[in-house]
């Protein structure tokens, strides 16, 4: 009897031991124990941002943060990332502008707009990215999107309720269906949006003797936006697979802008009130094709893509301008159609040899077109001003990089080719306006020495470009008020960096160190034509950029807390010899993001992040401080709840200095961030567990998940 009890406890003992460690075991249907086991789930409790080799990784799926309405707001929460006051840039911190990949496909801003939160999986801040990257750009911002391993259909629908200075909605419904190899994917997401900002300049131009300043006191938007995608997912094999993905973007937005403008030009003084009726309609769709392939015959992975965006804006404006408190009249009427088509082919191989050596070639093609076609009617002079600009670009691009092991020491070695031809000319112009061909070549190198187990140096050197965006293209000019333009530059050249730098990591902590220098950098200036006094605003290129970059980043764990830290002290000197240079001194990035598992279900996050004041040589910004504080339920597993307060101080300021060409001036942007809003999620549809087809290992292999 003891025997046989032994006997039945070791067999217990044995079965537990096999499924913790995903093996199954054969039993009888009349096996009482087999009956028991039945299923084992493991379930491990995932970390809202994980860091690895100086790379931040963020599980969008399984945090708080899969409530913020749109992509733009969700990258702005994460550390070392800075969005521009009119969200169309982004910014690493001591990294500059990155690249966008979302799965392996580079995209830009416009296509992150038209991408929905629900279909994002994780994000990932990659700091010393390889050569298989475009390079253009110093870091890259990778998107992974969601694909289930359950078969099943499931469907959810979300809505979030913002409040800002004017109410905002979000709508929107995603689905997915996965049978077999098969996956379908769609969305549809109705934004209806009043944003709200202002901004004021002051400046002077002692040479003229001007002193004047505008403020926007009113920008009034009534935006709708639709939001599209859908994709098709097919499995062929375990590493070959075919997908194709279409999303797109729609927008109206009818908006109002009243700006009170004093200026003073010698003896005479004007105060004038400029009121603009403008009308603007964007529409955008990015469609690609994937197809990866395992060559077993020489054991090589092979992935090919081939994408095409295009952009079309189509903007009016009425401007008129009040005297000294007269009458308004009619200023100009401009009008504006952009377009920018885009198509790229892409092929990458991966070769991995038995000593852990693995081998990575590949190319890329591109090739795109802009057109603009401007109209303006000044009516104080009734002149009519049209143009039309065609611009075309192609690209040709091919890497190698090997990477692997020597002894202990890893390293990773590549060289990346970039044949680059644009021609930009004026229609009727007998010759273009810019015509540029040039080859750059892109190294780059890192070395990864472990210590010990949970200690290692890193040592990385890389060189990349940085070349305008299509819309610098853009040929047509915004009308402030009688004596302020913005505009475009055509004439811009792209940034070449040369950065260094070298990182030490214990377990999950890291400080790291980088130096870096830009050839050519663009930022803002200002060009005064003295016969009708107006002053215009535009991108120039600088003729240098260097600076230093000591960052700490800090995670943590302790109990229902875990924390993300992040510290960067910066020092970044710019020159150029049309700016008053002033001193540069060292300021300070910090970032903390913090989320408590409570009882009962409830998380509660707090982010504080900001920067300290800014002196680069040329430019000066003051500091400023976000604080955003958000509560998450879940309820009947398909229900979720979650509200969130964001920059609970009004604290979104940007204010910038400068003095470019002898012209001083003083800048202050008001973004309208402080929100609170409320977030539900529900989830309906039926997914069931599936055998993993793709690695037969064991015929049990499904009994643990």
Known sequence: ?????????????????????????????????????????????????????????????????????????????????????????????????????????????????????????????????????EAEGRAVILITRKFSKKEGSQT???????????????????????KNKFEWKANFNFNKLKPWESHSIEYQIPDADIISNYDVATANTKRKQFILGGGLFYKIKEDDYFSININSKLQSEPFDINTTTYNKNGDIENNVVTHSD?????????????????????????????????????????????FNETQFEKAQNSKQKFNVAVFSGRVDFEKKFKNEMKLESGGLYLSAKAKTDFEILNYETNNTISSIYNFKEKNYAGYTQLSGNLKK?????????????????????????INKNYIDFFPKAQLDIPIDSTKSITVNYSKSISRPNYSSTNQGATYINPYYLYSRNINLNPTINNQISSSFQYHDKSVKLTYYQNTDPVYSSFVFDNQNNILTFKEINFEEERGFNLEFSL???????????????IMNKIQDDSAEFIASKPYLYYYSNNEFKLSKGY???????????????????????????????????????????????KNTIYEESFTINKISSTAKYLVDAQEFSIAVKYSFGKIKPTEFKEKNIDENLNRIR
């Open 1 to 133: 009897m003891k025997n046989n009890l032994r006997i039945q406890n070791a067999k217990i003992i044995i079965c537990l031991i096999l499924s913790g460690f995903g093996y199954g075991q054969n039993t009888t249907a009349n096996d009482s124990i087999s009956n028991k086991l039945n299923e084992v789930v493991v379930i491990k409790e995932k970390k809202m941002f994980t860091t690895k080799n100086g790379n931040i990784k963020l599980d969008v799926a399984n945090s708080i943060l899969n409530a913020v309405p749109n992509p733009i707001d969700l990258l702005s929460k994460l550390p070392n990332i800075t969005i521009s006051a009119d969200k169309e840039n982004i910014t690493v911190i001591g990294k500059g502008n990155p690249l966008i990949y979302i799965d392996n496909q580079k995209v830009v801003m416009n296509d992150l707009n038209a991408l929905s939160v629900d279909d994002i999986k994780t994000i990932e801040i990659i700091n010393n990215p390889s050569s298989k990257y």
């Open 156 to 178: 959810t629908l979300s809505e979030v309720t913002s409040f800002k200075k004017e109410f905002n909605n979000y709508l929107g419904i995603n689905s997915s269906f996965k």
């Open 278 to 322: 403008n009308e603007s309609q964007k529409n955008f769709i990015n469609s690609f094709v994937n197809y990866a392939k395992k060559i077993k015959s020489i054991d090589t992975q092979l992935f090919t893509g081939f994408q095409y965006s295009n952009f079309d804006q189509d903007s009016k404006s009425l401007a008129q301008n009040n």
């Open 409 to 433: 020491i890893g390293y990773s070695v590549g060289l990346r080719v970039e044949s680059t031809n644009i021609n930009g000319e004026l229609k009727n112009d007998n010759a273009p306006s």
């Open 555 to 569: 995670p943590f764990t302790y109990k229902i807390w875990t924390s993300t830290n992040s510290l960067s002290c």
């Open 603 to 649: 998380t509660f996050s707090l982010a504080a992040y900001g920067l300290t004041d800014q002196k680069e040589g040329v430019f000066e910004r003051k500091a400023w401080f976000i604080m955003n504080l958000g509560v998450s339920k879940t309820f009947f597993t398909n229900w979720n709840f979650t509200l969130n307060y964001n920059d609970i101080f």
